[in-house]
T-cell receptor
Framework: AQTVTQSQPEMSVQEAETVTLSCTYD???????LFWYKQPPSRQMILVIR??????QNATENRFSVNFQKAAKSFSLKISDSQLGDTAMYFC?????????????FGKGTLLTVNP | NAGVMQNPRHLVRRRGQEARLRCSPM?????VYWYRQLPEEGLKFMVY????????ESGMPKERFSAEFPKEGPSILRIQQVVRGDSAAYFC????????????FGPGTRLLVL
């Protein structure tokens, strides 16, 4: 079974600075998908970024980028130029590309607070 | 294009009552997924449905929980005889297909059992 571990329950960062959230996962699959979702105080789940394991290039979406280390099974999220609106719970998630590829497995989340 | 819609957003039930949670997927999406988020936890997969079919219900509790996605209308997650441990946020997601398709989430329904 796949597992996703987020070792940082809480983090804080000053506005305009850069912060990195950690995520590791365990799988025996060779191809799979990794995601970061954001859950602000409104509790809505919002997709931040997605990475396909067969792609070596790290995904980037504006201020959000990932450092995908397949051999180390690590998938960290870097937020540059942090904004107050980035304050949220961030969840790392995994899905394989096999038969049950629709089933997202989530980590427990990291609560990020951006301070003014 | 409206996103995934869930209602009600908040639901309060007393122990022993029934809870019905509704989910309307995004336009053009025929695949629906339900997840449960307990306090201080990540989301956990419950069930995957396509129109009129339950594809995978491996994450559903064996009793009291059921789900459907009829040909017409929203997907329904039904919890009979609720207990306090059912208190959680229930999220619905949808996608146009599976595998490589990203799942888009609704705002969730917060169920509180008194």
């Amino acid at each position: 079974a796949q597992t996703v571990t987020q070792s940082q329950p809480e983090m804080s960062v000053q506005e305009a600075e850069t912060v990195t959230l950690s995520c590791t996962y365990d799988t025996s699959e060779n191809n799979y998908y990794l995601f970061w979702y954001k859950q602000p105080p409104s509790r809505q789940m919002i997709l931040v970024i997605r990475q396909e394991a067969y792609k070596q290039q790290n995904a980037t979406e504006n201020r959000f980028s990932v450092n995908f280390q397949k051999a180390a099974k690590s998938f960290s999220l870097k937020i540059s130029d942090s904004q107050l609106g980035d304050t949220a719970m961030y969840f790392c998630a995994f899905s394989n590309s096999g038969g049950s590829n629709y089933k997202l497995t989530f980590g427990k989340g990291t609560l990020l607070t951006v301070n003014p | 294009n409206a996103g995934v819609m869930q209602n009600p957003r908040h639901l309060v039930r007393r122990r022993g009552q029934e809870a019905r949670l509704r989910c309307s997927p995004m336009k053009g999406h025929s695949h629906v997924y339900w997840y449960r988020q307990l306090p201080e936890e990540g989301l956990k997969f419950m069930v995957y449905l396509q129109k009129e079919n339950i594809i995978d219900e491996s994450g559903m509790p064996k009793e009291r929980f059921s789900a459907e996605f009829p040909k017409e209308g929203p997907s329904i997650l039904r919890i009979q005889q609720v207990v306090r441990g059912d208190s959680a946020a229930y999220f619905c997601a949808s996608s146009p297909g599976t595998g490589r398709e990203t799942q888009y989430f609704g705002p969730g329904t917060r169920l509180l059992v008194l």
